[in-house]
């Protein structure tokens, strides 16, 4: 037993940067990262909402923050954010109910998540700024 783990060659540690992570691994990573960045933003979100319905005041005070470049690309981000996590999330759905599983769909619906997300975040980024 000892000359079988011998005689493996382990890495010592494992490089992130030279791994090939295939399209569907990606958009994965990309599915989590998406749904942490709107749960984490989303309470920013609620506490904008309600400091713009305390009083006609604090609503003028909130669309002046929301009309700031810097404010504008974070909804951007956000809006992103929400769009890949909800495509993605239409994605795992079929693959769930067992279709899309072999990879060349696999690969092709992840195409299509990533180019849905961007494109509909695109149109978006348009009418926001």
Request: avoid cysteine.
């Amino acid at each position: 037993m000892a000359e079988l783990t011998a005689k493996r060659k382990r890495p010592v540690y494992l490089d992130l940067v030279r791994i090939r992570l295939p399209l569907p691994g990606f958009v994965s990573i990309l599915h989590r990262v998406s749904g942490a960045l709107l749960f984490f933003a989303g309470f920013a979100l609620l506490w904008l909402l309600d400091a713009s319905l305390r009083s006609p005041e604090q609503y003028e005070a909130m669309r002046a923050v929301a009309a700031h470049p810097f404010a504008k690309l974070v909804l951007t981000v956000l809006a992103w954010a929400f769009l890949h996590h909800f495509f993605a999330g239409i994605r795992y759905l079929f693959i769930d109910a067992d279709i899309g599983v072999a990879l060349g769909a696999a690969r092709k619906s992840s195409w299509a998540v990533l180019a849905a997300s961007l494109l509909v975040t695109a149109l978006a980024a348009a009418w926001l700024w």
